[in-house]
Nanobody
Framework: QVQLVESGGGLVQAGGSLRLSCAAS????????MGWYRQAPGNQRELVAE???????LYRDSVKGRFTISRDNAKNTVNLQMNSLEPEDTAVYYC??????????????WGQGTQVTVSL
């Protein structure tokens, strides 16, 4: 079993900052990629940022220059520093990990989600 536990969501005014954290635990050999997705009411879940085991990152265009993703491979954690937040960033944010198990099998796992609300 793999568990992803997220923390750090909340309510912030536009222009403010929040830091999301996610810790993975369980019978994990390694984690190939870790990322953050978000889903606003009425919208599909969308990629916000992703980082692979080598440290290469991918961001959606609307958050480039404002959000920074980082990970600690030894601790199986991923963080998302969000600066200059905008009301359009309001959503439930989900952590995702592409886990590899002993034997080579891989599987995506998701956290339970954390609410981020940005007010005017």
């Amino acid at each position: 079993q793999v568990q992803l536990v997220e923390s750090g969501g909340g309510l912030v005014q536009a222009g403010g900052s929040l830091r999301l954290s996610c810790a993975a635990s369980g019978n994990i050999l390694d984690i190939l990629t870790m990322g953050w997705y978000r889903q606003a009411p009425g919208n599909q879940r969308e990629l916000v940022a992703e980082i692979n085991i080598g440290g290469s990152t991918l961001y959606r265009d609307s958050v480039k220059g404002r959000f920074t993703i980082s990970r600690d491979n030894a601790k199986n954690t991923v963080n998302l520093q969000m600066n200059s937040l905008e009301p359009e960033d309001t959503a439930v944010y989900y952590c995702k990990a592409l886990v590899i198990f002993t034997g080579g099998a891989t599987a995506n796992h998701w956290g339970q989600g954390t609410q981020v609300t940005v007010s005017l």
